[in-house]
């Protein structure tokens, strides 16, 4: 059974930093999506499986990167400059696809439990 666990989300002021971690059973390419309340969950960036090529929402470039260790299977997402707009639960995703299409919800087979990312202002 794969599993996806995440941690590292919290309260931050507007302008701070925090590194959210993804422990993954299965090793594929991974994404991350955030939901905000009352809007549908968006794509925020996306890894493929030996972690050579990334990819990232507009609304993000320059500010969070996604990487990953396989060796302890975990994905990480390192989120910088954050806004009041950041607020939302983080969820990372597993496909079993290529990563040839990588920002629908529905190109991702598992989810993780999410963790709450909370920005100030």
């Known amino acids: 059974q794969v599993q996806l666990v995440e941690s590292g989300g919290g309260l931050v002021q507007a302008g701070g930093s925090l590194r959210l971690s993804c422990a993954a059973s299965?090793?594929?390419?991974m994404g991350w999506f955030r939901q905000a309340s009352g809007k549908e969950r968006e794509f925020v960036a996306g890894i493929t499986r030996g972690g050579a090529t990334t990819y990232y929402a507009d609304s993000v470039k320059g500010r969070f990167t996604i990487s990953r260790d396989n060796a302890k299977n975990v994905v990480y997402l390192q989120v910088n400059t954050l806004k009041p707009e950041d607020t939302a639960v983080y969820y990372c995703?597993?496909?079993?696809?290529?990563?040839?299409?990588?920002?629908?919800?529905?190109?991702?087979?598992?989810w993780g439990q999410g963790t709450q990312v909370t920005v100030s202002s």
């Open positions: 995703a597993a496909t079993l696809g290529s990563g040839s299409s990588y920002d629908r919800t529905d190109d991702y087979r598992y």
């Open positions: 299965i090793r594929t390419f």
